[in-house]
Each structure stands twice: as structure tokens, then as C-alpha cells.
């Protein structure tokens, strides 16, 4: 039997399980960036030199779109490439969104894009968000009280869905934030980001 191939983000979660990590320190990217100096040179330079297109590629598991519209829960991670219906209008938008499903309607769904924060406050926000949800459904009126949560709430159109989708692993999503898979167009994402934090609640 042919062995199995890890995923990409599976050989990094594996590599910096270290032990228990507090919540504090959760909370901060410096606690991810100093476990991904601690990785061994080709894990680290694998880590750094990810796109979005790279990831798709090399990803293990991709589903039809339709099947993200009849089984996809609640709280689950997404990327997929993404073509918006009004891109003409709009001052910027992310070509390949990482979400966190929050609601679904019969042609839309809405979603946290953690592209839009820098990553230092993408760990933040999960962990945030992880604390209101617990093991319950996402519900807005918990989930509006998180400052850094404005900016990064979107709608996307199912049959805007390019190619097929990425779902990522509830153990790999602190992994999956991080890495540098935005793919933002009409602006840079420096400029976004510090737009995005203007909008902090």
C-alpha cells in the first residue's frame, strides 16, 4: 500500500507541537512566528515561500462547490479562489478569502476573512472568536462584541466560487491563518490591513 502524504499543514502542525501553550500567548503571531523559526530549514522555507496558488496545488482535499452549499457547518474553515460579481465597484477584494462560515442563505453565505487582518490580530480574532463560540453555532450577537471583527465579515455568492474548495481541519486553523495566501486585488495589503484596523469596534 502506498503510503499516505502528509499535508502541508499537517508536517507543520506536527512540527511545533511542542506541549500546552497558554491562552495569552495563543493570542499573539510572535508565538507562531518563534515555532516556525524552530522548524527545520525545508519545513521553514516551504512555510515562507506559500501562495495561494502553491496551496491549492499541493492541497490534499478539495470538495465541489455544491457540496460546501448542502453540508458545510457552521464555524468550519474555507478557502477557495474567488471571482466577486461586483469587483468593478468595489475599492479591493481578496482573490482566494480564508473563511470562517457564520451563516449560509439559499444563493449567499457570510464568512469571517481572516485575510483581512495582519496576523498578529488574526490570532487574536480566532481565539476570540473560539471563546464566544465554544461548542455552539456562531451567532452574531455574540460574535459583533469582538473589536477586530468588522472588517473581516463578508458575503460571497456560491456561483462565484472559483475551482473547487479547500476545507481546512479544525486541528490545522491556528496553522491556516497564518499563512500568506491573500491574494488581495486593486491595493496592497498593507493598505488594507491598516484600513481594516481603522474599522476596530
Known sequence: MAEVQE?????VSDAIKTGTVGQEVRRSAQ????????????????FSSTNAAKFYREAETKV????????????DLFCYYYNPKYRATLPYYDMFPMIMLIGAEKDTFLGINFHYLRPKW???????VSAKLGSGLP???????????????KRYRFDHIM???????????????????????????????????????
Open 139 to 153: 451567532r452574531w450577537s455574540k460574535l459583533r462584541q469582538i473589536r477586530q471583527i468588522a472588517p473581516t465579515i
Open 64 to 75: 465541489n462547490p455544491n457540496l460546501l452549499k448542502r453540508r458545510a457547518e457552521l464555524g
Open 31 to 46: 508565538w507562531f512566528q518563534d515555532k516556525i523559526k524552530g522548524l527545520k530549514g525545508g519545513l521553514r522555507n516551504q
Open 7 to 11: 499535508s502541508f499543514l499537517s508536517k
Open 163 to 201: 475551482r473547487r474548495v479547500i476545507p481546512i481541519e479544525e486541528n490545522e486553523q491556528e496553522i491556516a491563518i497564518f499563512l500568506p495566501t491573500e491574494r488581495f486585488k486593486k491595493s496592497a495589503k498593507a493598505k488594507v490591513w491598516a484600513d481594516s484596523e481603522r474599522k476596530f469596534g
Open 122 to 128: 488574526r490570532a487574536v480574532l480566532l481565539d476570540r
